[in-house]
């Protein structure tokens, strides 16, 4: 289906569920990061860029205080009360949208003044492949409930209304820069975001004009299992802030490592390092980007995997398997992307060596006997907006 008919279809969908016409359909794509990976909560730098992946929310206000969500992903309707709602009555995946509704009225809304809603959900993001369908979800709803309820909200505002939503009503330690992307995101162009300054500037990134593309390898390594390893590196990134002094590791520059390898383990300093050397890469990103165009970013994003492979250690097998394969088929550049332990990798790719990238990859899987990846592109789009 094209996007144009999964929106109407989500319109049709809400009129049968709910015995109406919806107001409108609102959407909001996933996300890739480009570079910048596990720096959002040490306050520093990401790259990502949204995607030609999205999620559609068809909503219509209602005249009580009720709100009631479906989605084409599950069977059930979930009911609340606006008035009466809060983090721990919300479980499951309506709490993706309905945590929206609670984190608007953490944010000064008067949620028991307000119209109630019903929100149909439609999607084509995959969910759990890192691509972010969960900042889709909340970012489709953000906006559309935004525009209804007559808020006025800024975008980067609604994007720490998401993660709030994600980290108190969802229970996911997450950072600003999934929804940053979603709500920010434009054609052909990366989010350039400040984490400690929550500022934005949009990067173009040329991969048309270059004739590359971005092809995304899911290794189908589930992450979910992951969480322990993710509280672990944000506990050491603590540690060695601490170690050195300063508020986050956004403080400590390249020139500072040698002092930090005498003061800290060894497991520390190379989970500090990387931090510090990938603030340092997305800024050479950006700066690449502007000066020379994209064919000469690939050195930094392979210098990326390194580093998470190394240092921060939260590759597995899978990723770094993708990475050479799809750099040995003509890939120009490749990393694993998102938290780690699993999920996906991206390669940068001329358009012309896509299909050698996509079959030497899945042949390097087969031979490994690992489970076959599934090896798609996708294009930097625009971020959220309404389509109906
Ligand atoms: P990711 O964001 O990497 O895809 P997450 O675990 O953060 O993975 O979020 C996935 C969860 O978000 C799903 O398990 C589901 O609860 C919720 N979700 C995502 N998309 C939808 C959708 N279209 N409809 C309902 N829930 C969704
Ligand atoms: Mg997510």
Redesign the pocket.
């Given at each position: 289906m094209t996007h144009d008919d999964i929106a109407a279809q989500a319109a049709a969908d809400f009129r049968s569920q709910f015995g109406r016409a919806a107001d409108g359909v609102w959407s909001a794509p996933?996300r890739v990061n480009l570079i910048g990976e596990h720096t959002d909560y040490n306050e520093g730098f990401v790259l990502p860029f949204a995607i030609d992946r999205r999620?559609w929310a068809a909503v219509g206000l209602r005249d009580d205080n009720t709100a009631r969500?479906t989605?084409?992903?599950?069977d059930d309707e979930v009911e609340i009360g606006l008035s009466t709602v809060g983090p721990e009555q919300l479980e499951?995946?309506?709490?993706?949208?309905l945590g929206i509704a609670w984190a608007l009225g953490q944010n000064g809304v008067e949620l028991a003044e307000q119209h109630g809603f019903d929100a149909h959900?439609?999607?084509d993001?995959?969910?759990?492949?890192?691509?972010?369908?969960?900042?889709?979800?909340e970012c489709a709803v953000a906006i559309a409930l935004d525009e209804r309820w007559q808020l006025g909200i800024d975008r980067p505002t609604l994007a720490r209304v998401g993660q709030l939503a994600?980290n108190e009503a969802?229970g996911?330690p997450?950072g600003i820069m999934?929804q940053s992307a979603s709500l920010l995101g434009r054609r052909d162009s990366a989010v350039f975001l400040d984490c400690r300054s929550l500022r934005s500037e949009i990067v173009d990134l040329g991969f048309a004009a270059a004739g590359l593309a971005i092809v995304i390898i899911d290794t189908k390594v589930s992450?979910?299992h992951a969480t322990g390893g993710y509280a672990a590196r944000r506990a050491s990134c603590e540690a060695g802030a601490a170690a050195l002094g300063v508020e986050s590791l956004r403080d400590v520059g390249v020139a500072d490592l040698d002092r930090a390898r005498e003061i800290m383990d060894d497991e520390t300093f190379r989970r500090v390092r990387h931090v510090v050397t990938e603030n340092a890469r997305v800024l050479a990103t950006v700066r690449t980007l502007r000066e020379s165009g994209p064919l000469a970013i690939g050195e930094i994003l392979d210098a990326s995997h390194v580093s998470m492979r190394d240092d921060f250690e939260i590759s597995v097998a899978e990723l770094d398997l993708a990475v050479v394969a799809a750099r040995e088929a003509g890939a120009i550049g490749a990393r694993m992307t998102?938290g780690g332990f699993g999920?996906a990798a991206i390669a940068l790719t001329p358009l012309a060596l896509i299909d050698e990238v996509t079959a030497r990859v899945g042949e390097a899987f087969a031979q490994a006997g690992y489970t076959a990846p599934e090896i798609f592109t996708v294009t930097p789009s625009d971020g959220a907006k309404r389509e109906l």
């Open positions: 996933g999620t969500v989605s084409t992903f599950s499951g995946w309506s709490a993706y949208p959900i439609a999607s993001v995959p969910v759990g492949a890192g691509l972010s369908s969960s900042a889709a979800i994600e969802v996911a997450t999934d992450h979910s998102g999920g």
